[in-house]
């Protein structure tokens, strides 16, 4: 039997990196588009073949696909600054939307198998908790109109162009590899990167705010074998952790883990859904997954790799295009 030749943007990165491996291990033949703008060479599995360079290069993308007839793509480049993204609205969406319309029309123009997209729970914005594929999205922010617009492309791209489709919405992913050095996202990664740095753990607002923690473990699996069940096409799921708890109380377990006293500084409230989680029954249903890792478990092994990693310099992001209302912190 042939091995099957899967594309995979964003395998560079954080969660991209290990579904890569994921797929590697199923005995995939990956190739991994990368512009190495928040990932790493170091992550890419030595057995993955590597191509610097961006979805937002229409003639590279088409190249690809033309050389090596993908089977299936798993579409996981993006900026995920949910907050940022404001900001930065022409940035957000040439990287987000315009990007991913590339490598839509061609996986349609080569008769792609399937099209796996991550997309984000941030297309549910201020809604019903928890959070079920059923409900309406209302997108808050930038980035969450971007990926819900993806998900309009695809479900018409089904229609029109039979080209099927897999959509994942995670949130709040965290572990090893992720870059803990942008200060803009990623709330675990820069906690630790603070306190490697002696500094206090910033929050925005009181802390109160909830949220749900998803240790990549549970998520990179299920990514990786959507396209061999037959069930999962045409569909949307939330994948993650099933718990959700406060700001404060995460700060407390990153403390803990890292083995160091923390200090809080609060930061003025910034525009943000106060409270998000999501329902998974649709995910275990289909996928049989289950919530393997505790809060504790995964910080913990995350705290491992961070030690050894190293702290990283927070760089200021470069492309804001709005200064109204932004932050006074991500500018310091």
């Not at 190495?36 to 073949?49: C, D, I, R, W």
Request: with cysteine; hydrophobic share 40%.
């Amino acid at each position: 039997m042939a091995r099957k030749s899967v594309l995979i943007t964003g395998g560079a990165g954080f969660i991209g990196s290990h579904v890569t491996d994921e797929l590697i291990a199923m005995g995939m033949d990956v190739v991994v588009l990368d512009d190495l703008s928040g990932g790493f060479t170091e992550n890419v599995h030595p057995k993955a073949q590597f191509v610097e360079g961006s979805i937002n290069d229409e003639n590279l993308v088409n190249s690809l696909f033309e050389k090596h007839s993908f089977t299936y793509v798993y579409h996981l480049a993006a900026y995920a600054a949910e907050g940022l993204s404001h900001f930065i609205k022409k940035f957000n969406y040439e990287n987000n939307l315009i990007g991913s319309v590339h490598l839509i029309n061609a996986a349609i123009n080569h008769e792609v198998k399937c099209f796996v997209f991550t997309s984000s729970i941030a297309v549910y914005g201020r809604n019903q908790l928890p959070m079920t594929e059923d409900l309406i999205p209302q997108p808050e922010d930038s980035y969450g109109v971007a990926k819900l617009s993806v998900e309009q492309e695809l479900k018409i791209s089904k229609e029109i162009f039979d080209l099927d489709y897999i959509i994942f919405r995670p949130h709040n992913v965290y572990g090893e590899r992720q870059n803990i050095g942008d200060k803009y996202r990623n709330v675990i990664g820069i906690f630790m990167n603070q306190i490697m740095q002696d500094k206090p753990l910033t929050i925005f607002g009181d802390g109160e705010q909830t949220r749900a923690f998803t240790y990549i473990g549970e998520v990179a699996p299920i990514i990786a074998k959507a396209p061999l069940v037959d069930e999962a096409y045409g569909e949307v799921f939330n994948i993650g952790s099933d718990k959700y708890f406060t700001v404060n109380y995460l700060a407390e377990k990153v403390g803990q883990a890292m083995g160091s006293k923390i200090e809080i500084r609060y930061l003025p409230e910034r525009k943000e859904v106060k409270h998000a989680y999501a329902n998974h029954g649709k995910a275990r249903e289909i996928f049989s997954s289950c919530n393997k890792y505790s809060l504790e478990e995964g910080l913990e092994k995350m705290a491992g790799w961070a030690r050894k990693a190293g702290r990283r310099k927070s760089n200021n992001f470069e492309h804001i295009e709005i200064l109204k209302n932004l932050p006074p912190s991500w500018l310091e």
